[in-house]
């Protein structure tokens, strides 16, 4: 087959529709030009505004929340037994033990006895001297009784000799009235009622003074007796001493002597451990104690679990730039505490509801609290601030910003200070 040309393969191409096709394609690249550049301007001006860059990567953001604020502090706390007395030896001499380190012992059951020959000799001396004076006393009360019977005989003989002396008086004034006695037996019978009466009177008073030494002689070997009684009772109970009781039910910690030796007195012997009331003994750092108070709430932490309790006391001194404080549970106490035991505590300073917070961060060492970088569309901008109360994990934000501003809260020292600040990807 023969082909004289390519002429029956060519089209003919319309002049109108190239046209239409080249303003499409020029229309469609602007389009997408002007789209480009809708994007790049704010890029480009946050350029131009810009005083340095910083990778979004070096810095850390954070978002202004409404919520409740709650200012702490945690520390770390060590178990201590509210309740923990120490046993002394009341007097010289050998101890015995009768238990061992770490026993569990109950209130009142014996802990060691102690020998001591020279309390017991004189409790045996004074009581002694007690049963003495109880002889005397009782000697006493015999004597006054035979005396009060001898003032009252002495007593009835003046008495029956008055009556007498009286019955002669009369007899004598009838006599005498019918001259039936001389004058001189009527002077004598006088004289007698007279002498009478002075016995009788004399007789009397006799026996209320005898009573009364009697009275008194006795109230004195009274008192002897009873101070002697005291003396034998605090003897007595120095004795019983000897048989050392536990104070409180509890663990005995660490003996402080060994058995069979010889102790002086108030020597210590040995320390009960009350388990039932433990409490937490925190050491607070100083920038901490102004805000410090009695009956401030606090969380304890032990195995994963929270536990309410309270600061009961405050030291009134700083040692080693640290306040000590004491926290005592409020409910529940947690099981299986030991003493010196290691547990997180966290101190409720304030409690604030619906207030402005950021996250903690290095910001505020940086600026020190009195700006922070606000972050709007990759730029962050200077923006002057007033922080309030500080936690552990936040920060009140009293003016400067609101809810929902995003700031840097990393530490801003590598901005130099800047006014704007481009984040980069």
Do not use: C
């Not at 001389?182 to 009788?200: G, M, P, R, V």
């Not at 901008?381 to 995003?406: F, N, W």
């Amino acid at each position: 087959m023969i082909i004289k040309d390519t002429s029956l393969q060519d089209t003919k191409i319309s002049t109108q529709k190239s046209t239409s096709k080249r303003w499409l394609t020029l229309g469609l690249s602007v389009v997408v030009l002007a789209g480009v550049i809708w994007q790049v301007a704010p890029a480009a001006s946050n350029w131009s505004q810009a005083e340095k860059s910083i990778s979004l990567k070096r810095v850390r953001l954070g978002t202004i929340e409404l919520g409740d604020f709650t200012r702490d502090i945690s520390v770390l706390g060590r178990v201590v037994a509210a309740v923990s007395p120490t046993v002394y030896a009341p007097a010289d001499g050998t101890i015995t033990l009768a238990i061992e380190s770490g026993y569990e012992v109950k209130e009142g059951q014996l802990l060691a006895t102690l020998d001591s020959p020279e309390l017991t000799s004189k409790l045996f001396q004074q009581q002694a001297t007690w049963e003495g004076l109880q002889s005397s006393y009782q000697r006493q009360k015999i004597q006054a009784k035979k005396q009060r019977l001898a003032d009252q005989k002495s007593v009835d003989l003046a008495n029956v000799k008055l009556t007498t002396a009286k019955r002669e008086k009369r007899r004598a004034d009838q006599g005498y009235k019918k001259n039936a006695i001389s004058q001189i037996d009527y002077e004598k019978a006088q004289d007698e009622l007279e002498n009478a009466t002075l016995q009788f009177s004399h007789a009397v008073q006799d026996a209320e003074l005898n009573i009364e030494s009697l009275d008194f002689d006795s109230k004195s070997l009274s008192l002897d007796l009873r101070r002697q009684k005291l003396l034998v009772n605090e003897l007595q109970r120095q004795v019983d001493g000897l048989n050392i009781l536990s104070p409180v039910t509890g663990i005995v910690g660490n003996l402080s002597t060994d058995n069979k030796t010889f102790m002086s007195k108030n020597q210590p012997i040995l320390m009960v451990v009350d388990l039932r009331r433990l409490e937490v003994e925190i050491a607070i750092p100083e920038s901490y104690a102004d805000d410090l108070a009695i009956g401030m709430d606090v969380d304890i932490k032990f195995e994963q679990r929270s536990f309410s309790a309270r600061l009961v006391t405050i030291s009134p001194e700083i040692l080693n730039n640290q306040v000590t404080g004491r926290v005592r549970f409020t409910k529940d106490t947690p099981p299986k505490l030991r003493q010196n035991q290691r547990l997180t505590t966290q101190i409720i300073l304030e409690h604030k509801e619906n207030i402005l917070q950021v996250p903690r961060g290095q910001f505020l060492e940086s600026s020190g609290g009195r700006f922070a970088y606000k972050v709007i569309d990759g730029l962050a901008t200077k923006q002057p601030i007033s922080l309030g109360a500080r936690s552990l994990s936040h920060v009140e934000v009293v003016s400067g910003l609101k809810e929902g501003d995003q700031i840097i809260i990393s530490g801003t020292d590598i901005f130099d200070s800047a006014e704007q600040v481009l984040l980069t990807q």
